[in-house]
């Protein structure tokens, strides 16, 4: 067997630390290198699609779902692969290039920090129906520091109750003021001149895309919070998928697209500087994302890197939670922090104008 065909199989081979056993022949090396080649290629093109087209259908949308490290381990053994079926030197760099160059075509430029002093921080949390306990939210809370922060799975919902998510306030011990109905809510210790809630069927009416006019050095900036419906695979009940909860996976499909395009019309109609933030269940290079960036938005947290992770651990890990800023706003910093109290992590940008 030639080296470069073993050294491929033993790199595939230690990324899933499983033992791989040593083909017999060249003939077997070719074999496995064929099928690793068409399987990351597929992934690859796959993941354009679901980039460029969007998750119009079933199979578009499960790589939409997927987790972006395995999506990174096809892109991997495709390279790989190649290696085994092609190990001349010319060929294989050539080869290599172009897999790069589609890899990274999905991946948007972080926009560029500015040197100028934040004058608003604004969060977004879903606090997971306050299962870690109110005061522990209210200790994470607390450590963000923002001037506004989006909630999702807040108010009236499951097993949290209006009147715990209203002790929020008291228990930071500011005078911050709780905005909002069902589920998605928005905590604000600047003034509040204008807070209204735009349906986005056809998820649930308790999660509507929340408003809310703030004035930070006679600015009014809008702050839309939202918590799109769940994808594919997710646990999820009629709470979570609205009309599409007794939905077929096409159907579920479907609805989520029309989800987000009323979203980007919602987003169109509102005034700015506006920045839009919280749990949209969806990866950043899917058209969900992609279709409010085209509108005129950066993701603050493009520079976080592909692996950064808002919710999940290890190769489920996944950056679902997101703010993105209209572009007459500056982004000063962007960061997820470590912050207790939630099954997902907080993020938060400062920005100026």
């Known amino acids: 067997m030639d080296s470069g065909a073993l050294r491929a199989i033993r790199i595939f081979g230690s990324l899933f630390a499983l033992p791989v056993p040593q083909p017999a022949s060249s003939r077997w090396a070719r074999r496995i290198g064929l099928v690793g080649a068409i399987v990351g290629v597929t992934v690859v093109a796959l993941m354009l699609l679901a980039h460029w087209v969007g998750e119009n259908t079933l199979v578009l949308a499960v790589v939409c779902a997927m987790p972006p490290r395995i999506l990174i381990a096809g892109v991997f053994v495709a390279g790989a692969s190649v290696v085994a079926l092609w190990p001349r030197r010319r060929l294989t760099a050539s080869i290599g290039v172009v897999l790069l160059a589609l890899a990274v075509v999905a991946v948007r430029p972080s926009p560029p920090p500015t040197a100028a002093a934040a004058r608003l921080r604004v969060a977004a949390w879903n606090i997971a129906k306050g299962a870690g306990g109110l005061e522990a939210i209210a200790r994470g809370l607390a450590a963000i520091g923002a001037d506004v922060i989006c909630l999702s799975e807040a108010g009236s919902y499951r097993w949290l109750r209006d009147e715990d998510s209203a002790r929020l306030p008291e228990l930071l011990g500011e005078p911050w003021q709780l905005v909002g109905d069902g589920e998605v809510r928005a905590l604000s210790r600047l003034p509040v001149v204008s807070v209204s809630a735009l349906p986005l069927a056809p998820g649930p009416a308790a999660r509507p895309l929340l408003v809310v006019g703030v004035v930070q050095d006679t600015t ?108 007459d706003l500056r982004v000063a910093r962007a ?19």
């Open 220 to 327: 009014v900036v809008s702050i839309a919070c939202l918590h799109l419906m769940p994808k594919l695979f997710a646990v999820a009940d009629s709470v979570d998928r609205g009309e599409a909860h007794d939905g077929t996976a096409s159907e579920i499909v479907t609805a989520i697209r029309e989800q987000g395009r009323g979203l980007a019309e919602h987003l169109r109609s509102l005034p700015r500087p506006l920045i839009v933030g919280g749990d949209w269940n969806a990866s950043a290079w899917g058209r969900i994302v992609g279709d409010v960036l085209d509108d005129g938005f950066v993701d603050a947290l493009a520079g976080s890197g592909i692996f950064a992770r808002t919710v999940g651990s290890g190769l489920t890990g996944r950056r679902i939670d997101h703010l993105l800023v209209s572009d």
């Open 335 to 353: 960061e997820i922090l470590e912050v207790s109290g939630s099954d997902h992590l907080p993020i938060v940008v400062d920005v100026t104008w």
